[in-house]
């Protein structure tokens, strides 16, 4: 059986999950389905980054301890993710018992390899970036975080350093030579761009106690922690068991993809090949940094203060208008403006008015012509031919993490088997007694409708499987099924509508 490994990035746990972090979470869900439908053995990895500056000052502005806090807002994201269906194989925490031996291990590895050095350090530290900035690098920004535009604070300290100007110009080789290891090919620029202007700098990888207290202590010296970054990286291996489990870990490295949004690309496409490639291990298969959800002109974010509560969404749209509107309204890498009513539209145009009616109108005949009880009847009607062959392009889009263009076939036959009704029109065929005809038709539009949820249960999971429900079908989603004429006899119990239309005056 082949694996696939996906990641999601460790989110920090100084505030309450938003849209912006269910976005990666659900993407990476749809893939992850999309590969179990391939019967694939999927690995797929989050969890909380909960150590550093930020979150003890998180901490402390709550008026709590640092792990009582992190465990509270920790729990936060793993509600929300079961509120979303995201179906996650493995929630790693940084501050795990199995991550924190992990992350000492490597120091420990690296040091051995003579690629770590103890120095002085002049720069600049963006607490919400939790990173390190030069000197010129700051100046080019307009003195502040080059990053998120916030300001930076001047540190000179002594601290440990990892060798990362050793492996430049292989990491510029490796991406020259591996086209698709940064995605989509706007980051890959950006990161190719970075490295020709600029000579890779040795990463800081400690603090000093005295400064920031709150981390995983360092192996080589008891008076620093490890640096946050350096620390979270490291959870891509030690999840999968680098240290606790040689047999998991052999199964599952490298990760397949590592997917996050595209201002956290260098973190991911410059230190970690290299911290990868310096412990000797595999290197990913793809970086892919999606866009951003923004407020207008802004990225929505806690610390702007215009963030949109998933549950809030939930609510109002269901788990799977919310799934489907950030899976299909933006194509992976782009920026999209999260509007309210843009959603409504989207839920009520493919959900509702598309998806939902043509399974409702398909039940009701089924079971007013047919008493619920329709077999096999006729091959793939001409009518479909082309619609449904065009179903052939959902596995490449998928497999190359085009989401919303892997809709688009799925839609365009939906679209086919709605206008066919009308065209059609199964009523003249019931009051013509053509009792063969009609039995055709409804056929074909249950198996279509079988298919077509076969291709939409990685977006909207849970409504895939009530749609088999009332198709009368066990709810086991398999890639090989997309074919025609699989169910030989249909037993529909008819429910309510999939998708009721919302009302915005509601
Ligand atoms: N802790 C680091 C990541 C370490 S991974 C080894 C971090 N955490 S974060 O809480 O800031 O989460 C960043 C991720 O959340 C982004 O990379 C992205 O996946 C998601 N998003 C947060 N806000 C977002 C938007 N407004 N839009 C899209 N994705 C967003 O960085």
């Keep these: 059986m082949s694996k696939f490994y996906i990641t999601t990035p460790i989110y920090y746990v100084n505030a309450a999950p938003h849209i912006g972090h269910a976005y990666t979470s659900v993407i990476a869900d749809c893939i992850g389905r999309y590969h179990r439908l391939k019967g694939e053995e999927v690995f797929y990895l989050t969890g909380t980054d909960e150590h550093g500056e930020k979150i003890k000052k998180a901490a402390a502005a709550k008026g709590m301890e640092p792990q009582p806090f992190v465990d509270m807002v920790s729990e936060n994201f793993r509600n929300l993710w079961k509120a979303l269906d995201v ?11 199995d991550h924190t031996a992990a992350v000492q291990e490597v120091i420990r590895i690296l040091n051995e390899k003579g690629d770590i050095y103890k120095a002085v350090y002049k720069a600049f530290y963006c607490v919400p970036c939790e990173t390190f900035w030069t000197d010129t690098q700051v100046k080019e920004a307009g003195g502040s975080c080059p990053m998120c535009k916030r300001g930076v604070e001047e540190v000179e300290e002594e601290n440990y350093f990892f060798r990362l100007s050793r492996y430049e110009d292989w990491l510029k080789k490796y991406i020259a030579d591996n086209p698709g290891f940064i995605r989509p090919k706007i980051r890959r620029n950006e990161v190719t761009g970075f490295l020709e202007n600029n000579k890779l700098a040795d990463l800081c990888i400690s603090r000093p106690k005295a400064r920031v ?51 956290i690309i260098r973190h991911h496409a410059i230190f970690w090949p290299v911290m990868l490639y310096a412990l000797g291990l595999e290197l990913p298969g793809t970086i892919m940094a999606h866009g951003w959800w923004k ?30 509107f950030l899976l299909r309204e933006i194509s992976l890498g782009g920026d999209g403006n999260y509007c309210a009513q843009a959603l409504i539209n989207r839920v009520n145009s493919d959900l509702a008015n598309d998806i939902g009616n043509l399974l409702h109108r398909t039940l009701n005949m089924a079971e007013k012509y047919f008493d619920g009880a329709v077999e096999a009847a006729g091959a793939l009607p001409e009518m479909f031919r082309e619609s449904f062959g065009r179903l052939s392009d959902y596995a490449p889009a998928m497999d190359n993490l085009e989401l919303s263009a892997a809709l688009e076939p799925v839609l365009a036959f939906i679209g086919a088997m709605n206008k066919s009704i009308e065209e059609v029109k199964p009523w003249a065929l019931a009051k013509a007694a053509k009792t063969s005809e009609l039995k055709e038709f409804i056929y074909s539009l249950l198996e279509g409708l079988r298919v077509v949820f076969i291709c939409l249960y990685p977006f909207i999971p849970s409504s895939a499987v009530r749609a088999y429900g009332q ?11 997309v074919s025609w004429g699989a169910v030989k006899r249909y037993n529909i119990t008819k429910g309510e509508p999939l998708f009721p239309r919302i009302d915005v005056n509601r």
Excluded: C, Q
């Design 471 to 481: 198709l009368g079908l066990e709810a086991k989603f398999d890639l090989k099924d």
């Design 213 to 263: 207290s709150w981390g995983i202590d360092f192996p080589l010296n008891g008076d620093y922690v490890v640096y946050v970054w350096f620390d979270a990286l490291l959870n891509y291996i030690s999840a999968p068991g680098f240290l606790s489990d040689k047999e998991k870990f052999k199964r599952l490295w490298p990760a397949d993809v590592h997917l996050m949004a595209k201002d």
């Design 295 to 324: 407020m207008g002109e802004e990225k929505m974010s806690k610390s702007l203060g215009n963030i949109v509560n998933p549950l809030e969404v939930i609510k109002s749209v269901g788990v799977d208008g919310l799934r489907y």
């Design 87 to 97: 179906e996650y194989d493995y929630f790693v925490r940084t501050t795990d018992k």
